[in-house]
């Protein structure tokens, strides 16, 4: 995705509440409305962005479970030996 270095016009459909806290802003930093939309936008896409690429990797942690009480090299046996289990209860 480039960078446009052109300012766009567009239409945006904003709630009362969100135009008026942006005039607000915009007027307590002595800029347009446009500026402070752009400003406020910029802020919260940057954050978006960085939060997805700094996403926390799961790390599991290990735990020593013994010895196992049935040989579990044969995994279809030991599927079927509990499914077969399951089915006597």
Do not use: C, F, W
């Not at 567009?10 to 800029?31: F, K, W």
């Not at 010895?67 to 599927?79: F, G, M, S, Y």
């Amino acid at each position: 995705m480039g960078v446009i270095d052109d300012d766009m016009r567009t239409t945006l459909n904003l709630d009362s509440e969100i135009i008026n806290e942006l005039q607000y802003r915009a007027s307590q930093d002595g800029v347009t409305v446009s500026a402070k939309a752009n400003q406020i936008l910029r802020k919260g896409l940057n954050r978006l962005h960085k939060k997805t690429r700094q996403s926390k990797i799961y790390k599991e942690k290990p735990i020593d479970m013994g010895i196992p009480k049935t040989n579990i090299d044969n995994a279809l046996q030991l599927a079927n030996a509990l499914g077969d289990e399951e089915l006597l209860r």
